[in-house]
C-alpha cells in the first residue's frame, strides 16, 4: 500500500486477548488506551506505507510514544503483526456471523455469494490488512494464530447451509462449509492479490463457482 491508500484513523483495532502474546497485560484504562493507540498506529502505517515501513520505531513514532512502549507490550515485531492479523480476522469472522444471522431471519437468494460479498467490503475497508496479507507479513505463525478465528467462520457458513438445505445431512453441510471457506479464502486472496478494490470478474466468478459447489454436494437449495 502507499500513500494514497484510505486512512483507517476511524476504526479502532480490538486489543489482543491476555493470551494472545502481550509482555503486559494492560491493568489500567490508561495503559489499555496506550496499547489500542500503539495497534492503531501499526495498522495505519501498513495502510499508508506498506509492509517495507513496518518498523517498531516506525509504529512509536506514529503513535507518539517511546519506543520502549511498543516492546512494553510485545516483545518483537512479529508479535504487533500478529496482534493485527487477529484483530482484523476477528472483525471479519464477526461480519460473516452477522451475514448468517440475517440469512436465518430472511433467507439470502444467493448465500456462498452473499459470504464472498461481505469479505470483499470487509477487505476494502481495511487497507492495512492487504498491507498485512500480500505484503509478505503473513508467517506460519500468523496463519496459525488466525486459524481458529477462520474456523469460526466456517461455523457460520454452516448456519447459512443450515437455513438454505435444511434436510441436507449434518456430516455433509459441515464438510461443504469447511470447502467453501477454504476454498473462498484462495479465491478472495487472489481477487486482491493486485487490485486493493478486488477483481471483479474474479470476485463474480468466485459466487458462481462457490454457489455450483453447494448445489452440486447438497442439491437444489431448499429455501
Excluded: C
Amino acid at each position: 500500500m502507499n500513500s494514497s491508500s484510505p486512512s483507517t484513523s476511524n476504526r479502532r483495532m480490538r486489543p489482543p486477548t491476555p493470551d494472545g502474546g502481550l509482555r503486559h497485560v494492560p491493568m489500567q484504562a490508561r495503559s489499555r488506551e496506550r496499547l489500542r493507540r500503539v495497534l492503531d498506529a501499526a495498522d495505519e502505517v501498513l495502510a499508508r506505507e506498506g509492509a517495507a515501513a513496518f518498523t517498531t520505531n516506525r509504529i512509536a513514532a506514529a503513535a507518539g510514544v517511546p519506543v520502549g512502549s511498543v516492546y512494553h507490550y510485545f516483545p518483537d515485531k512479529a508479535a504487533v503483526i500478529e496482534a493485527l492479523a487477529v484483530a482484523h480476522w476477528s472483525d471479519l469472522a464477526d461480519l460473516v456471523a452477522a451475514a448468517a444471522d440475517e440469512d436465518e431471519r430472511s433467507p439470502l437468494a444467493d448465500p456462498a455469494g452473499n459470504v464472498i460479498d461481505t469479505l470483499a467490503a470487509g477487505f476494502r475497508s481495511r487497507p492495512g490488512f492487504l498491507a498485512l496479507w500480500y505484503g509478505g507479513l503473513r508467517t506460519e505463525a500468523v496463519r496459525n494464530a488466525t486459524r481458529p478465528i477462520r474456523t469460526s467462520v466456517g461455523a457460520s457458513v454452516e448456519r447459512l447451509l443450515a437455513v438454505h438445505w435444511p434436510h441436507a445431512d449434518p456430516g455433509r453441510r459441515e464438510t461443504v462449509a469447511r470447502m467453501l471457506v477454504i476454498t473462498g479464502d484462495g479465491l478472495l486472496r487472489e481477487a486482491f492479490r493486485h487490485a486493493p478494490e478486488g477483481d471483479p470478474v474474479l470476485l463474480a466468478e468466485s459466487r458462481a463457482m462457490l454457489d455450483a459447489y453447494a448445489m452440486r454436494r447438497l442439491g437444489e437449495r431448499e429455501r
